[in-house]
């Protein structure tokens, strides 16, 4: 229990934040990736102990803000099908489509269940032979391995009426899309650590030596936070632009072996369509060919749906590091987790919907009360 | 929901020729792929993702990680419905 105590004892955390304030001579924008970093920040306030002239945005990394509503609204169509039995992870069924949710589906006697791990589904598809049993395999690289295993297994073991919904997206590129957006203003990452326990962080050095950007593989716990915002510092006052691994008590260059060469051999790269953001090119994965006859999208063959989002929602910008949500007038008004109007409010690990679980709509609208007043009372 | 939950292997066991353990996480005991990490033993600790290990971890470091994903309320996950092997036609949902 030794460790604990000293994590919880706050004079690491204080020494690294002093640190942190001696080596900071000039402003940085630096962004955390991963929606379980951006929800570890804004819970313990890590952003607010950091200098003035360091700014925190918060990235791309949450896969179920990311789910593009035409996805979502697929997934839908599936789901409603009389002989679909249709398998999600927990977060996936409160998110709204064009037409309710997976709850509203499941309310009005479809048939939606939440699953633990994708290999639940082999076992509901064995069990139900004369249904269609398909798992919405949603998730970055760290939840590839788990879903190329249900469909290695699902062929492997002959079972046809199990089939996937793929929407799996990848960070590099969305990394390498924000840097070469003419709007960037992100100057340092801190990168995903789940993420890269399974790809090791090899594949990040050659944008961070292209784009001369430093990028910290980092933990999500406040202490890793702190560590990789100071590691990603040191680079930026330095001039150094390097990838370095914050989280190596966990992972290595190498990242699980096993895991990516069935990753790879069940799905390849494809473009893929980011809520908010659009499309990526080579951004995501799809099932190869071999895996058809487990591929929900040509299976039910669901046509192309039309989509809008409101043009109120800024989630792309706030994704990339432009925008904060306190910049959006429908944050905490118009939109809120209970009625999402965009990417980044629909999860609780969405950087709107972190800031307004922690109260933070409430400064917001504070803010907007005093400004109100202050015009009022000048005009 | 791309964060892994450190647990302990309490057993091991073949399912249709995967290797799979129990994991037990705090009060809770659940299922976890090995697949991806062979030379796991029973008494070490795992990171788990969605019913796989994913990775190593010592005690501590599994006992620390545990705590900040409950401090960040990350282990509802975790209360998902066990779904058992069934004959088929005996799923009553």
Redesign the interface.
Known sequence: ????DE?RDGTVARKVVDEIHRVQTKPWVIMEV???QT??IV?NGIDHLLPEGVELVHGP????CVTPLEMIDKAHAIARRPEVIFCS???MLRVPGSDGDLFTIKSEGG?V????????CL??A????ERKVVFFAI??E??A??NA?LVS?ARA?GVPNLSILVSHVLVPPSIAAILQSPQNRVQGFLG?G??C??MGYREYEPMSARFKVPIVITG???LDILQGTLMTIRQLEQGRAEVENEYS???DREG?L??QK?VSSVFEIADRKWRGVGIIPKSGYKLRWEYREHDAEKLFNVKEIDTREPDICISGQILRGIKKPHDCPAFGTLCTPQKPLGATMV???GACAAYYAYGRHLKAEKEEREAVHAMGGAA | ????IPGKVVETFDQ?G?RMARVQFGGIV????L????ETQIGEYV?V????A??R?DE??A???Y??LM????L???E????????????R?
């Open positions: 229990m030794k460790y604990l994590y991963c929606g379980g929800h570890s819970k990394g949450c896969p179920v992870f927990g977060d048939d269940r939440v699953v633990y791990s994708p290999l639940d076992k509901i064995r069990a139900n032979p998730g970055f760290t939840t391995p788990a295993m297994r073991e995903p789940h993420v326990a399974i999500f716990e406040p008590r966990i992972l699980n096993p895991a069935l999860s609780a690990e | 929901m791309c964060l892994a249709r995967l659940r299922e976890a792929c697949e991806y990490v062979p990171l993702h969605v019913g796989f994913i990775s971890v501590a470091e006992e620390r990680t705590q900040a401090d960040l309320d990350q509802t996950e975790l998902s419905p066990v779904v058992e092997e069934m004959e088929p036609g005996k799923d949902r």
